[in-house]
Nanobody, 119 residues
Framework: VQLQAFGGGLVQAGGSLRLSCAAS????????MGWFRQAPGKEREYVAR??????YYADSVKGRFTISRDNAKNTVYLQMNSLKPEDTAVYYC???????????????WGQGTLVTVSS
């Protein structure tokens, strides 16, 4: 599976962005798709994931971010609303066969897209 994330950019606090992640491969629908982020000087952290069981979010983004997928287009999205300066990070999409959120268990990663939220 190859992943390509895009849609990042510069936005003011309170604004919105939608990230997209396009995947190759015929078995896209079987994968858990996750979004992670890494801010400068910090470790990569979990943001959200979606699989056959539903959608799940980190507490820091719950109620502001929405993850969705279009299996016909092999694409997963992250709609980010009410953005805060602390959301500034490089955002990565990733895929795994199992259901969990641990980044070390994700097998495939996109290249990352930078989101900058100005105050």
């Amino acid at each position: 599976v190859q992943l390509q994330a895009f849609g990042g950019g510069l936005v003011q606090a309170g604004g919105s962005l939608r990230l997209s992640c396009a995947a190759s491969g015929r078995t896209f629908s079987r994968y858990t798709m996750g979004w992670f982020r890494q801010a400068p000087g910090k470790e990569r952290e979990y943001v959200a994931r979606i699989n056959w069981s539903g959608t799940y979010y980190a507490d820091s983004v719950k109620g502001r971010f929405t993850i969705s997928r279009d299996n016909a287009k092999n694409t997963v999205y992250l709609q980010m609303n009410s953005l805060k300066p602390e959301d500034t990070a490089v955002y990565y999409c990733a895929a795994r066969a199992g259901p969990g959120r641990n980044p070390v268990e994700y097998d495939y990663w996109g290249q990352g897209t930078l989101v900058t939220v100005s105050s």
